[in-house]
């Protein structure tokens, strides 16, 4: 079980840093303008009031569910998953990314 703060904070701590927080304030703000100008160029937000819904959402997903209808098991961990992330986005360059 694990929310997104988890997740982010997990995948930053990861990486070597920590997840930058900021006033929500802020982020409302930031989405309003973004938008704002999206409606003037008629491209899409870099980020929007529904994003930032979504990532401060406290939700999770179960695995349950899954693994009781569609018999699905993942074949890795979560812990797994984030290890062999981090590795990827850590290889040099040259690794063929």
């Known amino acids: 079980r694990q929310d997104w703060a988890s997740f982010f904070g997990q995948y930053a701590a ?17 989405a309003t303008l973004l ?32 693994e009781r209808v569609l018999g699905f098991v993942p074949p890795i961990s979560a ?3 984030m290890a062999r992330t981090v590795a990827w986005l850590t290889r040099p360059p ?3 990314r």
């Open 35 to 66: 938008e704002a100008i999206s409606r003037l160029t008629g491209r899409p937000p870099l980020a929007s009031h529904d994003a930032l819904a979504y990532i401060l959402s406290r939700g999770w997903y179960p695995m349950e569910k899954a």
């Open 94 to 96: 040259s690794a063929g």
């Open 14 to 30: 990861a990486l070597g840093g920590r997840a930058p927080t900021r006033p929500l304030w802020a982020l409302r703000l930031l």
């Open 79 to 81: 812990e797994e998953g």
